[in-house]
């Protein structure tokens, strides 16, 4: 009873101090894990043993490749390259704008990290809409948007993700035939609404459309030779991704095999090719997974879900739709890496007790992903956008997103409710 | 040789209380980059250069990508002003710390502080703290290399 009273008030004040923004993230995570595994040495519920157990370097191996992946190609000036072709070939038309950088915003995110995506791709999006003599603000909160609709669809678009399918022992095939196809619907009600939501804007001619035209692709790309070779290790990757279970190798296995290959062909100056990881997210991380892990030594984790199992007279279906929205709302206000993390083992606990989880495993990762687009707050990509829009004559506000990212969030929820409902039978398996 | 002795003297400078407006009609007639905000009693409270104004006019792109080299036609922005309010704000709101030396600083001294600090024009201050001259990078680089021994007489060759 006093451990998992203790657990618990140790992963509450945690949490509190991750969520109030009260002490920076991973400081807070480090703090948390070392205070819960200290408490649980000194009460006997916890050793550093089984803390180490409760990392799951899965999710570990498989960030840490993707990001240098992307830190290597981050400097190359590739995501510039597309959006300026994205620009040109929109001919200044602002819907076409919106399509074309929502999409290559999507589809860089289904395979690389959301916020380097957003980072790279909205700077650019700014000059254009600069130079074209319009509002970059619904391309920007598109692209947020769109991004962190989009990056549900993989097994590594999300970190969301990579956590489920390392619990669940999700495939990346599974995620393209079970989540993809859901997530295209949820993405193409996104897309629709953001351009009904901005009809005004979207519906301008702008002034100067010829200006994108004089944009050079080529020139902006920086490095074309390095761009070149870790794209090709990149679609090597992917390529196994797609055959990961038949050839028996783990998705961490093959991104930290292609990151090696990367920096063995590239040969980068390493210690810049390092600076652009993001190690706070990764140790961030491993506190979640260490405090977690507390948690469930301390028998709490299985107490919730004993409570959540007497709740057997809903149907495992709304079930699965109250956890999407139960999961969004949360997500809509913090940080969504935490609340999966937490969720797993509940999740995990309800398989125990004979529940089938294999649909809650995607309720999760649909809520998750699409929770974020309900606040300014709610995702990275969300804040990333909004800051630099501050720097721009039109900044996004927060009341701004209610209006606009809200509705979004509330309509993807609710397309990707349905369709669970409908494919309840395919998720079921 | 000090700076004291390659400065212009005459140094155009500012009231605290003028306008954005006013500071840029001044550089526009008098064609100089730099001018300093002066109290009553004509002490430094600040610079405003020819660059500070333009950031009223600059898009926000430029300090948000590395490189325009890729951008041949900057379209609508060429055309964009900056507001009737913006050119009413007082001078005070838009101006920097001003990086200052005395009379007496060494030529290399003052050089090194605009290369590091990306200064152009330096102004010079008395022991009192009133302004008593202002020196460019070019007043400031020509006076070194008139002292470098050898140089032809009379400038070209």
Known sequence: MIPGLLATLIFGVSLYLIFSEKLNRTIAGIAGAAVMVGAGMALGFYSEEEAIAAIDFNTLGLLLGMMTLVALLEPTGFFQYLAVWAGRWSRGHPVWLLVLLGTVTTVLSMFLDNVTTVVLIAPVTILISEILGVSPTPLLMAEALLADTGGVATLIGDPPNVLIASAAGFSFNDFLTHALPIVAAAWLTALLLVWYLFRVELGQRPPNAEAVLQLNPAQALDDPVTARKVLVVLGGAILLFFIHNRIHLSPAFIALGAAAAALVWVRPDTHKTFQRIEWGVLIFFIALFVMVGGLEAAGVLHAVAGLMARADGVPPMWFGVMMIWGVAALSAVVDNVPITIAVIPVIESLGVVGMNIRPLWWALAFGAGFGGNGTIIGSTANIVVASLSERTRTPITSALWNKRGLPVMLATCAVTSVLYVLAFPLLSR | ?157
Request: proline share 7%; net charge negative; glycine share 10%.
């Open chain 2, 1 to 157: 040789m000090k700076i004291g002795d390659c400065m212009k003297r005459t140094v155009v400078s500012i009231p605290a209380t003028a306008t954005v407006g006013e500071a840029a009609a001044l550089i526009v007639a008098r064609h100089i980059g730099l001018l300093p905000v002066v109290d009553a009693q004509g002490r430094v409270l600040g610079v405003l250069g020819v660059r500070d104004l333009l950031t009223l006019e600059l898009p926000a792109f430029v300090n948000l990508v590395d490189d325009v080299d890729f951008v041949h036609d900057f379209g609508a922005v060429e055309t964009t002003r900056p507001s009737p309010e913006a050119l009413a704000q007082p001078v005070t709101s838009l101006m920097r710390p001003a990086t200052m030396v005395p009379e007496d600083c060494g030529l290399l001294r003052a050089y090194a502080l605009m290369l590091q600090r990306d200064l152009h024009d330096l102004p010079v201050i008395a022991a009192d703290g009133a302004l008593v001259g202002i020196a460019s990078r070019v007043d400031i680089g020509a006076a070194l290399l008139a002292g470098w021994r050898g140089l032809p007489k009379g400038g070209a060759p």
